[in-house]
């Protein structure tokens, strides 16, 4: 693969380490002015000041310009068939999310969407998404299941995310998401519904290695705490790690499950309790906001300063899904991070990277520009950390390396 040298560098923004950032912690990163980085066979070599001192490198001049690690979205619904622009108008007509999920629209129509989809057709129309992420720094991406919502439906999800994995420069982490919502046959027989992703499909999914961690949405009409905890339970027995959609609409004691099953991250979180961030500063667990999302469903946003107060790390992702968050733009998650949970740019920054990768069981290798992580960095046309998470609206991105190769 060889090396490559990005020198020139106005301004180095980064976090350090190989574990989540927490509490005042998250706030603390490293700035180097006149910096270069070195990224041999894949791999950050060194990161310094002033000129190197290789040579025999492909060599990228960044003109003065900043330089972060590559982005990482730690939660998406990457793989789905169709779109949802017909609730645009229910929604303007009053229908809230849950209205439109129990009228058996929602994540049901784009259940029926991707049950019509080939694997293939549904690799495709994710690559262009996975294409228009890399254009905004985004270098890696974690994409759930959960629009099958059967044995053959939900493995050929995994399956288009392990192919696109294997075929696309960004890296791709997978979550089974069975429990994402109850299909239209089960209606009637949740239990029986739940008994199948315990006793079947989630087998099935491990013994095929197709996911990492397993994910349920714990929220009224959809998954209770109980039955998310037998769910997240079974998965566990399978060497899936826990992750939940919790306290997205209403509090239901999904963020309190955190510390009962050891949940690597927690989802959302717009209306998380008192209770809920203690649990998830006792276990470790990430909290994964979602910010694009509030935005779109017009709700408040999550108490993202209570948490990193109490300790708990802070990350954020985009959500992109067709029906609460049709966005995929990390850049503008970057802006709701600053103006609407307060947080300092050094804060986001930490947020959309190393706990981005801790989010996803990946701080040890993603996340930051030291020596050891992944060569996976952006050149941005901007002068420091400020300019990114002020600018709206247009794409900032000039260069995005990624595992030491230049891709745009
Ligand atoms: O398709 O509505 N919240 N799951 C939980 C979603 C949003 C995705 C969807
Ligand atoms: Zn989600």
């Given at each position: 693969m060889g090396k490559l040298i990005v020198k020139n560098i106005g301004m180095l923004a980064t976090p350090e380490g190989k574990t989540a950032r927490r509490g005042a912690k998250q706030g603390e990163i490293r700035v180097l002015k006149d910096a270069y980085v070195v990224i041999e066979d894949g791999v950050i070599a060194k990161v310094g000041t002033?000129?190197?001192?290789?040579?025999?490198a492909q060599v990228i001049d960044a003109r003065g310009r900043l330089v972060t690690p590559g982005l990482v979205d730690?939660?998406?619904?990457?793989?789905?068939?169709?779109?949802?622009?017909?609730e645009l108008g229910l929604k303007l007509h009053g229908a809230t999310y849950l209205d439109i999920l129990a009228m058996g629209g929602g994540i049901l129509s784009t259940v029926n969407a991707t049950r019509t989809a080939t694997e293939d057709e549904l690799v495709e129309k994710a690559r262009e998404a996975l294409d228009e992420m890399l254009s905004l720094g985004v270098t890696t991406v974690e994409a759930k299941s959960g629009?099958?919502?059967d044995m053959d439906n939900e493995l050929k999800q995994l399956r288009a995310i392990r192919r696109l994995n294997e075929s696309h420069p960004i890296d791709l982490v997978s979550t089974f998401l069975g429990a994402h919502a109850v299909p239209k046959e089960y209606k009637e027989d949740r239990e029986a519904y739940i008994r199948l992703l315990c006793e079947e499909v989630i087998p099935a999914v491990a013994q095929a290695k197709l996911a990492e961690f397993c994910d349920v949405f714990c929220e009224t009409g959809v998954f209770s705490a109980e039955e998310s905890k037998t769910i997240l339970e079974a998965g566990k027995k399978w060497g899936l790690i826990p992750k939940i959609h919790a306290d997205?609409?209403?509090?239901?004691?999904g963020s309190q499950l955190t510390s009962e099953v050891g949940a690597v991250s927690a989802e959302?979180?717009?209306?998380?309790p008192p209770a809920g961030i203690d649990a998830m500063a006792k276990a470790g667990?990430?909290?994964?906001?979602?910010p694009a999302t509030s935005f779109y469903l017009g709700s408040t946003f999550a108490p993202a300063r209570d948490m990193i107060d109490a300790g708990v790390p802070v990350a954020m992702a985009?959500?992109?899904?067709?029906?609460?968050?049709p966005s995929l733009n990390l850049q503008f998650v970057m802006n709701l991070g600053c103006?609407?949970?307060?947080?300092t740019p050094e804060e986001v920054l930490t947020a959309v990277t190393l706990n981005g990768a801790a989010a996803i069981n990946r701080a040890d290798r993603l996340g930051s520009l030291e020596?050891?992580?992944?060569?996976d960095l952006v050149i941005w046309n901007?002068?420091?950390?400020n300019y990114i998470c002020y600018r709206?609206?247009?794409?900032?991105?000039d260069t995005v390396v990624k595992n030491g190769q230049k891709i745009s």
């Amino acid at each position: 693969m060889g090396k490559l040298i990005v020198k020139n560098i106005g301004m180095l923004a980064t976090p350090e380490g190989k574990t989540a950032r927490r509490g005042a912690k998250q706030g603390e990163i490293r700035v180097l002015k006149d910096a270069y980085v070195v990224i041999e066979d894949g791999v950050i070599a060194k990161v310094g000041t002033g000129e190197p001192e290789e040579t025999d490198a492909q060599v990228i001049d960044a003109r003065g310009r900043l330089v972060t690690p590559g982005l990482v979205d730690a939660h998406t619904h990457l793989i789905f068939g169709g779109w949802r622009q017909n609730e645009l108008g229910l929604k303007l007509h009053g229908a809230t999310y849950l209205d439109i999920l129990a009228m058996g629209g929602g994540i049901l129509s784009t259940v029926n969407a991707t049950r019509t989809a080939t694997e293939d057709e549904l690799v495709e129309k994710a690559r262009e998404a996975l294409d228009e992420m890399l254009s905004l720094g985004v270098t890696t991406v974690e994409a759930k299941s959960g629009y099958g919502l059967d044995m053959d439906n939900e493995l050929k999800q995994l399956r288009a995310i392990r192919r696109l994995n294997e075929s696309h420069p960004i890296d791709l982490v997978s979550t089974f998401l069975g429990a994402h919502a109850v299909p239209k046959e089960y209606k009637e027989d949740r239990e029986a519904y739940i008994r199948l992703l315990c006793e079947e499909v989630i087998p099935a999914v491990a013994q095929a290695k197709l996911a990492e961690f397993c994910d349920v949405f714990c929220e009224t009409g959809v998954f209770s705490a109980e039955e998310s905890k037998t769910i997240l339970e079974a998965g566990k027995k399978w060497g899936l790690i826990p992750k939940i959609h919790a306290d997205e609409i209403d509090p239901i004691g999904g963020s309190q499950l955190t510390s009962e099953v050891g949940a690597v991250s927690a989802e959302h979180l717009i209306v998380c309790p008192p209770a809920g961030i203690d649990a998830m500063a006792k276990a470790g667990t990430v909290a994964c906001l979602l910010p694009a999302t509030s935005f779109y469903l017009g709700s408040t946003f999550a108490p993202a300063r209570d948490m990193i107060d109490a300790g708990v790390p802070v990350a954020m992702a985009s959500d992109f899904n067709p029906g609460s968050c049709p966005s995929l733009n990390l850049q503008f998650v970057m802006n709701l991070g600053c103006l609407r949970y307060r947080l300092t740019p050094e804060e986001v920054l930490t947020a959309v990277t190393l706990n981005g990768a801790a989010a996803i069981n990946r701080a040890d290798r993603l996340g930051s520009l030291e020596p050891g992580k992944q060569g996976d960095l952006v050149i941005w046309n901007a002068e420091d950390l400020n300019y990114i998470c002020y600018r709206m609206g247009s794409n900032l991105v000039d260069t995005v390396v990624k595992n030491g190769q230049k891709i745009s």
